[in-house]
């Protein structure tokens, strides 16, 4: 079955500087790869995904690149902001089957 | 994007007793609904898939007897913890899926804290 790790597990930055993290699939029948971006006490939120046939993606300071050779997606977070402070995680699924989530990123912007 | 909400957002009961907790898609059809569990400061657990209509598929070592799942509609999953116990004590989170997509929308969480 698929596993997803992640890396790395916590991370420090200070506010303007940016984040990047990054997780690693083993499945390359995997053909779709959210981030979801969970505060506390509350449930994840989708904030950006890609698919197998894109390489690259941006959403205004977001962007996730994927490199389907290596197995491997990155999460980029540029100008970081302190509410970007939370816990970050990625995933990764083909077509019908469950998502299987990386162990999650622990992203603290510091002021 | 879908909304998926859970009710209670947080329930405390004490050892013994049953927890119902609800999942609703309020503005799509779900054929299938994920129920995950977290507890604090690790990753989202697969428990099992709830399906429209028939009998939900659990995850290995998720005790089916103990963690009721009942998926009546196209909109609502409902997940219920018989005679909790106190590690049943966790974050329990559902999502959907939209239909043909891969795309998965999760609910808000419920907090059980069993005494």
């Known amino acids: 079955g698929e596993n997803v790790e992640q890396h790395p597990s916590t991370l420090s930055v200070q506010e303007g500087d940016s984040a990047v993290i990054k997780c690693t699939y083993s499945?390359?029948?995997?053909?779709?790869f959210p981030w979801y971006k969970q505060e506390l006490g509350k449930g994840p939120q989708l904030i950006i995904d890609?698919?197998?046939?894109?390489g690259e993606k941006k959403d205004q300071r977001i962007a996730v690149t994927l490199n389907k050779t290596a197995k491997h997606f990155s999460l980029h977070i540029t100008e970081t902001q302190p509410e970007d402070s939370a816990v970050y995680f990625c995933a990764a699924n083909n077509y019908g089957q469950n998502f299987v989530f990386g162990p999650g990123t622990r992203l603290s912007v510091l002021p | 994007g879908a909304v998926v909400s859970q009710h209670p957002s947080r329930v405390i009961c004490k050892s013994g007793t049953s927890v119902k907790i609800e999942c609703r898609s309020l503005?799509?059809?779900?054929?299938?609904m994920f129920w995950y569990r977290q507890f604090p400061k690790q990753s989202l657990m697969l428990m099992a898939t709830?399906?429209?209509?028939?009998?939900?598929?659990?995850e290995q070592g998720v005790e089916k007897d103990k963690f009721l799942i009942n998926h009546a509609s196209l909109t609502l999953s409902t997940l219920t913890v018989t005679s909790a116990h106190p590690e049943d004590s966790s974050f329990y989170i559902c999502?959907?899926?939209?239909?043909?997509?891969?795309?998965?929308?999760f609910g808000p969480g419920t907090r059980l804290t069993v005494l």
């Open positions: 499945d390359s029948a995997s053909n779709y």
């Open positions: 999502s959907a899926p939209r239909a043909n997509t891969n795309e998965q929308f």
């Open positions: 890609i698919r197998s046939n894109v």
């Open positions: 503005d799509f059809q779900a054929t299938t």
């Open positions: 709830s399906n429209e209509g028939s009998k939900a598929t659990y």
